[in-house]
């Protein structure tokens, strides 16, 4: 059973902009570092970005960098996509993740997803 849940998804226009959030249980947000997936169909899931416990280090994917911002409000146990100048290429369900050790390794704890759709 998913502790966190992700919103925030929908479509939109080449160009646009989406916000997605996470929240979760308090002792998630207390201890780990963060991280937004995202799975294209039929694709592998890859990390976007991620963001440590306090917000110290903060690391993103290639193909997003200048576009997306990730933050977090640990008092209101929430994670953060801010998703600027977005492309079609950025369709795919996000997820959030809780628990990677590094850049690329995946947490124990996911969202259950909500669905970009960027129209060209």
């Known amino acids: 059973q998913a502790q966190l849940v992700d919103s925030g998804g929908g479509s939109v226009q080449s160009g646009g902009s989406l916000t997605l959030s996470c929240t979760g249980p308090?002792?998630?947000?207390?201890?780990?570092?963060l991280g937004w997936f995202r799975q294209p169909l039929g694709k592998e899931r890859e990390l976007v970005a991620r963001?440590?416990?306090?917000?110290?280090?903060?690391n993103y994917a290639e193909s997003v960098k200048g576009r997306f911002t990730i933050s977090r409000d640990n008092a209101k146990n929430t994670v953060y996509l801010q998703m600027n100048s977005l492309k079609p290429e950025d369709t795919a369900d996000y997820y959030c993740?809780?628990?990677?050790?590094?850049?690329?390794?995946?947490?124990?704890?996911w969202g259950q997803g909500t669905q970009v759709t960027v129209a060209s």
């Open positions: 963001i440590t416990k306090d917000s110290g280090r903060i």
């Open positions: 308090e002792h998630i947000f207390s201890t780990w570092p």
């Open positions: 993740n809780a628990g990677s050790t590094s850049w690329g390794k995946r947490g124990d704890d």
